[in-house]
C-alpha cells in the first residue's frame, strides 16, 4: 500500500522557468512531512520539515507547502545546479512515529 | 564536518558471500535506520533501532541483519547476498524529527 507518490516522475525546466513538484500521501493524522535533495550517487540532503496544513517553508529558490492530503514542492527560477531528485517522505503517527516512509521522487532537470 | 559517515562508499561482492556495511554517526541521534534504494526507486526501509530496541519490518528479507552495539554505530550485515541485493544502502540518524543521511554504500552482487 503506497503512502506517499510523486509527480511528476522527471521534470525537464528551462533555467529561470518556475514549477511545482507534488506530493500526495494517504497516512492519516500526519506527524510530519519532509522534503529531501538527492544528487546521483549520494545520499538525501535534508530540506524542509512541515508538521501542519497551511505551513510554508522557504529556502532560496525552494518554498515547500503542505495541505491535509498533499505537498508542494515550488521551485522559482530554477538554476541548473538545481537539478537532482527530490524526495518526498512522510512521517505517520502514534507508534511508528520513528519511520519514515519515502516517495520515488521527482527527477529535475533544469537546462540552461 | 561529516556527521553519518559510511564505510565503504563502494562494495563489490560475490554472490553468496556475506558482507557486512558501516555506520557511524557524531550527532548523538537515539534512532538510526537502515535503507535500502534501488535504481530510480524510493528508499525502502529495512529496520531501524530507537536506542538499542530493534525494529524489523516485516518485509525485509531474513538474510538481512543488523547490529548496534553502541550509540555511534550501527552494522548492516547481509548473510549471502544474492543479485537482486544489487542496490545503495543508506544509513540515518534521527531525533524525533528530520533524518540525516550519509552517503550511502554502493553494494553490487556479481
Known amino acids: 500500500e503506497d503512502q506517499v507518490t510523486q509527480s511528476p516522475e522527471a521534470l525537464r525546466l528551462q533555467e529561470g522557468e518556475s514549477s511545482s513538484l507534488n506530493c500526495s500521501y494517504t497516512?492519516?493524522?500526519?506527524?510530519?512531512l519532509f522534503w529531501y535533495r538527492q544528487d546521483p550517487g549520494k545520499g538525501p540532503e535534508f530540506l524542509f520539515t512541515?508538521?501542519?496544513a497551511g505551513e510554508e517553508k522557504e529556502k532560496e529558490r525552494l518554498k515547500a507547502t503542505l495541505t491535509k492530503k498533499e505537498s508542494f514542492l515550488h521551485i522559482t527560477a530554477p538554476k541548473p545546479e538545481d537539478s537532482a531528485t527530490y524526495l518526498c517522505?512522510?512521517?505517520?503517527?502514534?507508534?511508528?512515529?520513528?519511520?519514515?516512509?519515502f516517495g520515488s521522487g521527482t527527477k529535475l532537470n533544469v537546462k540552461p | 564536518d561529516a556527521m553519518v559517515i559510511q564505510n565503504p562508499r563502494y562494495q563489490v561482492t560475490q554472490f553468496g558471500k556475506p558482507v557486512t556495511l558501516s555506520c557511524s554517526q557524531t550527532l548523538n541521534h537515539n534512532v538510526m535506520y537502515w535503507y535500502q534504494q534501488k535504481s530510480s526507486q524510493a528508499p525502502k526501509l529495512l529496520f531501524h533501532y530507537y536506542d538499542k530496541d530493534f525494529n524489523n519490518e516485516a518485509d525485509t528479507p531474513d538474510n538481512f541483519q543488523s547490529r548496534r552495539p553502541n550509540t555511534s554505530f550501527c552494522f548492516l550485515d547481509i548473510r549471502s547476498p544474492g543479485l537482486g541485493d544489487t542496490a545503495m544502502y543508506l544509513c540515518?540518524?534521527?531525533?524525533?524529527?528530520?533524518?540525516?543521511f550519509g552517503q550511502g554504500t554502493r553494494l553490487t552482487v556479481v
Open positions: 517522505a512522510v512521517q505517520p503517527p502514534g507508534g511508528n512515529f520513528n519511520k519514515f516512509y
Open positions: 540515518a540518524t534521527s531525533r524525533d524529527t528530520e533524518a540525516f
Open positions: 497516512v492519516s493524522g500526519l506527524r510530519g
Open positions: 512541515l508538521y501542519s
